[in-house]
């Protein structure tokens, strides 16, 4: 039901009719903005909040192909958020089918292979103050997740109550402007079909993150947009959309959540990658101010280190190494007078970490290559830090407008600078940054050969992957068709897959080093094999 007009924002004629401070043009004055929402959804009123339903949850960088939006992992069956704004905590509990994605994702960004499986049907991810942590099953143990804490932090401040509250501390510096919104615009959907005057509130939340709120007609926070730093897509947008509004003892408070990791838009240019929907449900069940006991951190929880593991490095054979010691590898070749890399999984940090070890192991030649096995965010996110030692990228024709558009370019990262946005590389702007692979390449000196196929006949986890053979040395390098890491050997869909790319390219494999686990004999990869394949 509409509010009559007496209770709609200051729009800015007004605002200066009764006295306001003066606004640039394009502004007004953000104070009456934010007293007004507080007042229409009741935010001095609410402490805490509990709200359940059921949930989607999106598998941020794990698409099949880049113009589709993110795959839906298992649903959140009896999804349970409590916010307490006051206490700075948030918990979060549901119910998903074990097995089958990592036990560290909850939903959105995040995913990452080579990581221990999800063993538990129940479900808990906590954030109090600085400490963020999960629990696998009923009584499990927690499990740290520093590297979590700041994302979820800022979760807490991107619902309307808690954006509301972060805009009016000292630092938010809020301002308002106004617009006309097209009817479908941030509505997840047609859900109107005039077009109104809507204001966006902008503030600073956690001293770092600019979000934007746009306030509707009847001064309710329809979305929440900010930025958050990211290793593939740098300052990436991240926003809530909030619908289905109910009301409890004067508390309005949204029922209908939908959240985009990625921008919500597959045709616009430069942008490319379509994945988007990255969490989102129906959560009708809202007890205002049911707080239960405040949140403990567990005192593991708090002596938990942020470090990453470092690198460790094995020789596979002379002139071949395994940069390992994480949840993903990345494999060095010696070559007469360069090197060449096979994957820069993770971020820049785990990539730098990686480059200075070979250069300790090999000095004196220059990675002039780094081969990039598919497009997936947990196994390209070094890239850049190979750009920024001035490796040529080597990797599926299907990644190029992407990589291009998004991932080898100049686009400013100001929430997490990295080596690239810092020291911006001439190779960008002359065009060397990336050998397209389309059946096959080899990288040589004459004497070794690395040799890149196309992996063909996926149909599923992804389109454009690449493995890569050392013919001498009769080494496969792949990434998540056979993985040798505790708990997942890979879906039996996509080993098939990796036997009958071998057998069409004829390869002689000895070796199978995965990105995920340590080599292995190939006949251990046989045996993994659903049914037995040397008779066929
Ligand atoms: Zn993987
Ligand atoms: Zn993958």
Not at 21 to 35: N, W
Not at 47 to 54: D, P, Y
Not at 512 to 519: A, F, L, R, Y
Request: charged share 20%.
């Amino acid at each position: 039901m509409r509010k009559p007009p007496t209770a709609r924002i200051l729009l800015p004629t007004l605002a200066l009719a009764v006295g306001a401070a003066a606004q640039q043009p394009g502004y007004i004055d953000p104070l009456p903005v934010l007293q007004a929402v507080s007042r229409e959804m009741g935010v001095d009123k609410l402490k805490c909040v509990s709200f359940s339903g059921e949930g989607y949850a999106g598998m941020v960088g794990q698409n099949i192909t880049q113009n589709t939006d993110w795959p839906r992992g298992e649903p959140l069956a009896d999804y349970t958020r409590t916010i307490d704004y006051e206490a700075e905590s948030s918990v979060e509990t549901f119910e998903r089918e074990p097995g089958l994605n990592p036990r560290s994702w909850k939903y959105g960004t995040g995913w990452r292979g080579g990581t221990p499986l999800q063993k538990h049907r129940k479900q808990t991810f906590v954030v109090a103050g600085k400490h963020a942590w999960h629990i696998d099953g009923e009584n499990s143990p927690p499990i740290p997740a520093p590297g979590d804490a700041e994302l979820w932090r800022l979760d807490i401040r991107l619902n309307p109550h808690g954006f509301v509250r972060a805009a009016m501390m000292d630092g938010a510096n809020p301002k308002a402007i106004w617009r006309w919104e097209m009817a479908e615009s941030g509505r997840d959907g047609a859900t109107t079909s005039k077009i109104e005057k809507s204001i966006v509130l902008s503030a600073t939340v956690l001293g770092r993150y600019r979000v934007n709120a746009t306030i509707n007609d009847r001064n309710l926070i329809q979305r929440l947009q900010t930025w958050v730093p990211h290793p593939v897509l740098g300052d990436m947008n991240y926003e809530h959309e909030y619908t289905d509004w109910r009301e409890i003892d004067g508390i309005k408070f949204p029922a209908g959540w939908h959240h985009h990791d990625g921008w919500d838009d597959e045709r616009q240019f430069p942008v490319v990658s379509g994945g988007h929907n990255g969490f989102g449900g129906s959560f009708p069940n809202i007890a205002p101010n049911a707080c239960g006991d405040p949140v403990v951190v567990p005192e593991a929880v708090k002596n938990a280190s942020a470090e990453p593991p470092a690198v460790v490095s094995s020789e596979l054979a002379a002139g071949v190494w395994l940069l390992g010691g994480g949840s993903h590898n990345s494999a060095a070749v010696e070559f007469a007078d360069f090197i060449a890399v096979v994957e820069a999984p993770l971020d820049e940090r785990r990539s730098l970490a990686v480059i200075e070890e070979i250069v300790r192991l090999v000095p004196g030649k220059p990675i002039r290559f780094i081969v990039n096995t598919h497009d997936h965010y947990d196994h390209l996110g070094g890239l850049r830090a190979y750009l920024h030692v001035g490796a040529t990228v080597v990797t599926h024709q299907r990644n190029r407008l992407f990589y291009e558009s998004e991932l080898l370019d100049y686009t400013p990262r100001t929430l997490a600078p990295d080596m690239v946005s810092l020291y911006p590389p001439t190779e960008i702007s002359e065009g060397y940054t990336m050998e397209d692979v389309d059946e096959k390449y080899v990288i040589t000196d004459g004497k070794r050969l690395l040799e890149i196929y196309y992996v063909q006949g996926l149909n599923s986890h992804v389109e454009g992957m690449l493995m890569a053979y050392l013919r001498h040395e009769k080494m496969l390098i792949e990434a998540d068709l056979f993985n040798t890491a505790a708990d997942s050997p890979a879906p039996p869909a996509l080993r098939r897959a990796l036997f009958d790319n071998v057998r069409q390219v004829g390869l002689d494999v000895a070796t199978v080093v995965p990105i995920h686990g340590p080599p292995a004999p190939w006949s251990n990869f046989l045996k993994t094999l659903p049914r037995p394949v040397d008779s066929e």
